[in-house]
């Protein structure tokens, strides 16, 4: 297990959204180079109304991303387990390189720019879910989801 840290109230899944944070990191783009990180998970945090969960990043002084996930946790199990899923799949994205954003706000996505944006101002849904980290991370999370299961069952669970 790699540097991750959750931070929630309940102590007996601790394990298991480390674990689900880390298969779903593992699977994303398999061939593409890992940069080191750490991550952070606070399940239960207060967030705008309309939003589950975020996923920010910095670059820290040695190299190490330093990778910090909100989630609301409002939902039934297998809904918070999606967003979290969700929010990992935007930690893959920053881990590999595939998602970029500067120093001052600039986007890029495989290399490429897509300027400065402000979720906060985003006027609808329809345009939010089509950024392409946005797209990628919808189309992803169910099979990650069920990645994340099938490993858990076979290689975690003892009885
Ligand atoms: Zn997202």
Redesign the pocket.
């Known amino acids: 297990m790699e540097d991750i840290r959750i931070i929630t109230k309940e102590s007996n899944n601790v394990k298991l959204y480390a674990i689900a944070i880390q298969s779903t990191i593992d699977s994303y783009r398999p061939k593409l180079k890992r940069f080191e990180y750490k991550i952070s998970a606070r399940l239960g945090s207060k967030m705008p109304a309309r939003e589950l ?1 975020e ?1 920010r990043y910095s670059d820290l002084a040695d190299g190490i991303l330093s990778i910090k996930i909100k989630c609301t946790w409002k939902c039934n199990f297998i809904d918070n387990l999606a967003v979290l899923i ?2 990992s799949i ?1 930690a893959a994205q920053y881990i590999t390189h595939v998602n970029k954003i500067s120093d001052d706000g600039e986007f890029f996505w495989c290399g490429k720019s897509h300027g400065y944006i402000n979720y906060d101002k985003m006027s609808n849904e329809y345009q939010y879910k089509k950024l392409p ?2 797209k990628e ?2 189309d992803l999370e169910n099979n990650m989801m069920e990645n994340f299961m099938k490993y858990y069952i076979s290689e975690v669970r003892t009885r």
């Open positions: 969960g996923c969700h929010e935007h980290w946005e991370a919808y």
